[in-house]
């Protein structure tokens, strides 16, 4: 069985930090789609790695119901280098959304984002991320891989993993609110 899987890539010598693509996803995301800008709701974040002094855009992953058990740190010389105190933890450039943190969590209801890639009907050429980047450093490809069937589809997982988290009824009066948005 294949399926066509599609990608964002990332060339982190080509961003500068501008936030276009923050900017254009949060648009898209926006309910009614391009009515405001809110960052929040964006799935996907720049981040600005002041080690390297590099630019690293993140986009939204998976849902985590518990903290990572370690957390590493960035080391110079063994001695942990940071303006931040004791060192950059990688989990500032996870995708994950998790109890953590708050990003890549919906400002609303605080469920947790992922990327969808812009899915839309009809359907975009390319994520909005990579369409507005201006220099880029985000760009899209398509490919077909060969794949095993799936036993749980992905937003069962992520719902389940709501339930698990919050229970039946909080996360039926999370949806129930959201759909009064509309």
Known sequence: M????KILKIDLDKCMGCRACEVACAAFHSNPKYSNVNPARSRIHVFRNELKNVFV???ASFYTSAE????PIYMINDRPQSSYGDGISVCGFC????PSRDIFKEPDSGLPLKCD???DDPPLDEPMCAKWCLVDAITYEEREEEIEEEKLEEMEMGVQALIDRFGWDKVLDAVYRMSKKE
Request: hydrophobic share 30%.
């Open 117 to 119: 890639m812009c899915e």
């Open 57 to 59: 855009p993140v986009k």
């Open 95 to 98: 995708g994950a959304s998790c």
């Open 68 to 71: 990572c058990a370690g957390r």
């Open 2 to 5: 294949k399926r066509k899987v």
